[in-house]
């Protein structure tokens, strides 16, 4: 009876904890700006055509906002691009954060297109947006927005609306045909707030090839959450992580990370964990816990039953022996659902981004932070001797040099540089130390 009662209690708290999960998979919006005679806007299409099929189909929602258009363009849509400063073409923002320009090679192929993707392809959000109705017929959405977290709010936000036609011509598709916006304020965990929008539906379209959007902004442009009208598959596994999968850690020894969450999308079923290796220390081991206690050898299967849209929480154990640099997959799957990696990448101790292959430098980059930045960011350099000069650029995502920061005179040990961005937008940059392998990426958000 005794371990009865206890088995029951363990149960209890898994469910518990399933219910109260504070965070949700965070949905990515790509905005799609561009203009119907913009040639090189087919550039960037070919690009978010070949991330789209990289992903799951609910992890992005990807419209196509339209000016000096003709019946594509209206006021609403040209404040859109008047907001994220848009004035070249194409120009693909992510999450209200990330803005790619351009239509070079690294855009056809997706690959810029894909860095700034996984900057929040796993990221978790407070809050959660479901569907509650949508009549295109009759103009009619409504929209739900949910707090989940017990100690964050959201104040002077706005759920936007965008309602979107596909297949409009041979060339046009998913465009945006009308845009509206509400203003948002919410806080405490469980609260609910409904939000409707009203479109007078143009003869022009065609219904059947409508669907609609809605995302919450905040006051600094970051999209926390979407969701859309487009049907879901019918079960998938989707994550919520509220840490940076990119881990440093100062020196060698345990490492418990804070909990993300695993969600069972749509179907009730089974799902396996298992931790994937890809690039490990040999005195590395990777094993990981689950909310109830109970811990599991990273190299080993094992199996969850999960309810219908259930969430399970996790947490990484990792012992490392030595100071360097892992690589390794935390991998879900089920049957019924479409295998799911999280790609955790993690550094232990006084590592730079040198090609390990070449000969010691006698200048590193030990480090720059904070990465992400908002307008400036510090350099820690460590030089092997006194007096050495040279050169760290800076590099836009189109391999453009935006900065040159001069180092002279450097002294033994370590030293430390500023760069400040003030001037330049967000985005992706890349730093590189003269006549050496040494990089590294820079993510500018504020």
Same mark, same amino acid.
């Given at each position: 009876m005794k371990h009865l009662l206890i088995i029951l209690f363990a149960l209890c708290l898994s469910l518990l904890a399933a219910q109260n999960a504070p965070y949700y998979p965070t949905t990515t919006l790509i905005e799609n700006f561009g203009a119907s005679w913009c040639l090189a806007c087919e550039v960037a299409q070919q690009g978010l055509d070949v991330i789209s099929s990289e992903v799951q189909a609910s992890e992005i929602i990807v419209p196509r906002l339209l000016t000096e258009s003709g019946d594509y363009s209206f006021p609403e849509m040209d404040e859109r691009f008047s907001y994220y400063e848009v004035l070249g073409f194409p120009a693909v923002i992510f999450n209200g954060k990330i803005r790619v320009n351009g239509s070079d090679e690294p855009i056809a192929d997706g690959s810029l297109y894909r860095d700034a993707l996984n900057q929040f392809r796993y990221l978790a959000s407070p809050i959660k947006m479901a569907v509650q109705s949508a009549n295109h017929a009759s103009g009619d959405y409504s929209f739900r927005v949910s707090m989940l977290h017990p100690g964050q709010s959201i104040e002077d936000a706005a759920i936007r609306f965008y309602l979107v036609e596909k297949s409009v011509t041979e060339d046009l598709d998913d465009i945006v045909r009308n845009v509206q916006s509400q203003p @948002? $304020? @919410?806080s405490g965990e469980g609260t609910n707030l409904d939000f409707n929008f009203t479109v007078s539906p143009d003869p022009?379209? !065609? $219904?059947?090839? +409508?669907?609609?959007l809605a995302f919450v902004q905040a006051s600094n442009k970051t999209v926390l959450q979407a969701i859309s009208t487009q049907p879901a598959p019918e079960s998938q596994i989707r994550v919520a992580v509220p840490f940076d999968i990119d881990i440093r850690v100062l020196e060698p020894g345990s490492f418990f990370s804070? +909990? *993300?969450y695993v969600y069972k999308m749509g179907t009730a079923g089974t799902i396996s964990t298992v931790v994937e290796p890809v690039d490990l220390p040999e005195d590395w081991f990777v094993n990981y816990c689950d909310v109830d206690g109970f811990c599991y050898p990273g190299g080993t299967v094992y199996e969850h039953e999960m309810g219908a849209n259930e969430a399970k929480a996790f947490d990484l154990n990792v012992y490392t022996g030595s100071e360097g640099v892992g690589l390794f997959n935390f991998v879900i799957s089920s049957a019924d659902a479409e295998t799911y990696r999280i790609p955790f990448r993690m550094s232990v101790g006084n590592v730079s981004n040198q090609d390990p292959t070449s000969a010691p430098?006698? @200048?590193s980059v030990t480090s720059a932070w904070p990465n992400p930045f %908002? !307008?400036?960011?510090? *350099?820690? +350099? %460590?030089?092997?001797?006194?007096g050495v000069s040279t050169e760290l650029g800076i590099f836009n995502s189109r391999g453009q040099k935006v900065a040159n920061i001069p180092l002279h005179n450097l002294q033994q040990g370590i030293n430390q540089v500023s760069w400040d961005a003030t001037d330049l937008p967000n985005g992706i940059y890349f730093y590189r130390l003269k006549n050496s392998n040494i990089s590294g990426k820079l993510l500018r958000l504020r």
């Open positions: @948002i $304020t @919410i022009a379209w !065609n $219904t059947a090839n +409508l669907w609609a804070p +909990l *993300f430098a006698a @200048i %908002q !307008n400036a960011v510090k *350099f820690d +350099l %460590q030089s092997a001797k006194a």
